[in-house]
């Protein structure tokens, strides 16, 4: 048997379990490069070739378990996110394309201080893709970053190491409400050039609606957002004012028919201003940026 015609059959027991034909083919794909160790280009230079049995007993198992619905990240430990590899376990949220516009929208907002010493807080950041993400792109920020899962706050910290800014990513075990007033008090006078957060926000009654891959292996702390998704954000709102420079930005973001909850939100906040919002490759109002009271944003788009 060729390896191509393994990973076929593969194909094929993925589309049984659900999963829709080009997902099916690009795990199938996947979980072989992975048992055998090959990039892209190794495996189209090689997939015609026969395979042995070797080959066989390690791939199908790890088959087997995304039949189960279990995602691609959790089976190979590992994520592409931003263009870098991250290292992804069990209880920590895996990290998603749509978040890229965080990234995206930062350096946007702040593309003249890439070579600056900014200064950057990630608040909930789970496997560490925003942090490390901006302290490789921002040369020389230093990124707080904070999770209550002590899980996540060691792989932020192995991810940080992983891509050589440990030094720059400072990582915290804390909930964001206590690490920011204690922050507050301790350093009154030394605040965030660019906060981002990717807080819970899917409604509670919207979870048994989620794909499998989501359900059932997602750790539900990073998924319920309350009865309209934006509980956590409407909590952490009142305490950015005296953490953000008065020239910063507060980049968060939020889920489908979100957008106008936010609005209100911010606008119940003394102090800061909702300047606009960024749309994914689907047209979903994704990310919302947030400043204090007379900043403009170099650009805008919505």
């Given amino acids: 048997m060729t390896l191509q015609q393994q990973v076929t059959q593969a194909i094929g027991l993925l589309m049984q379990a659900g999963i829709e034909g080009p997902e099916a083919t690009t795990d199938a794909k996947l979980l072989a490069r992975h048992v055998l160790g090959w990039d892209r280009a190794t495996y189209l230079v090689h997939h015609q070739d026969p395979i042995s049995d070797r080959f066989g007993r390690a791939y199908e198992p790890l088959v087997e378990r995304r039949v189960r619905r279990e995602p691609i990240s959790l089976i190979t430990a590992r994520r592409e996110f931003?263009?870098?590899?991250?290292?992804?376990?069990?209880?920590?949220?895996?990290?998603?394309?749509?978040?890229?516009?965080?990234i995206e929208t930062s350096i946007d907002l702040l593309d003249r201080h890439i070579d600056s010493p900014l200064s950057v807080a990630d608040i909930g950041t789970g496997s560490g893709c925003l942090a490390v993400s901006l302290a490789t792109t921002f040369r020389h920020a230093t990124v707080c970053a904070v999770d209550t899962s002590t899980t996540a706050v060691s792989l932020a910290q192995q991810n940080a190491a992983a891509h050589g800014v440990a030094n720059r990513v400072r990582v915290a075990n804390k909930p964001f409400s206590d690490w920011l007033t204690q922050r507050t008090v301790k350093h009154p006078n030394d605040r965030f050039d660019l906060i981002v957060a990717n807080l819970p926000y899917i409604p509670t009654q919207d979870i048994q609606t989620l794909p499998p891959e989501v359900r059932l292996y997602e750790p539900a702390d990073a998924l319920d957002g309350?009865?309209?998704?934006?509980?956590?954000?409407r909590s952490f709102l009142e305490l950015v004012?005296?953490?953000?420079?008065?020239?910063?930005?507060?980049?968060?973001?939020?889920?489908?028919?979100?957008?106008?909850?936010?609005?209100?939100?911010?606008?119940?906040?003394?102090?800061?201003?909702?300047?606009?919002?960024?749309?994914?490759?689907?047209g979903i109002r994704r990310a919302a940026v947030i400043a204090p009271l007379g900043t403009t944003p170099r650009k805008t788009r919505t």
């Avoid at 263009?83 to 965080?102: N, Q, Y």
């Fill in 82 to 102: 931003w263009g870098l590899e991250f290292t992804i376990k069990p209880g920590v949220l895996t990290p998603r394309p749509e978040t890229e516009l965080l």
């Fill in 226 to 233: 309350g009865p309209d998704g934006l509980a956590p954000l």
């Fill in 241 to 282: 004012p005296p953490c953000l420079e008065s020239n910063g930005f507060l980049i968060v973001e939020i889920g489908i028919r979100q957008d106008q909850g936010l609005t209100k939100a911010v606008a119940s906040v003394s102090g800061l201003c909702l300047k606009e919002f960024r749309s994914d490759l689907q």
